[in-house]
């Protein structure tokens, strides 16, 4: 039975163009995780985005330490 891919042609096509743009700048991963890595620290984030994300953490709280945390410190 033919296995089907769970990407679709436009992903594939889009996954495909990635990795010829990262050999042809004679660039190699060992994995995609370090694709993903590079990719995002050569894209720059809209100043939209950007402000709304800091917002987004200064107003989230932080989680409760647990009881084992206060003992030590």
Known sequence: MKQQSKLSARQQEEQTAELR???AAGRQFDSVE????????????????????????????????????????
């Open 21 to 23: 743009a990262a050999k």
């Open 34 to 73: 370090e694709l993903i890595r590079y990719d995002a620290g050569q894209t720059l984030v809209p100043p939209g985005i950007a402000q709304r994300l800091r917002q987004s953490i200064s107003q989230s709280e932080s989680p409760p330490r647990g009881w084992w945390r206060r003992l030590l410190d």
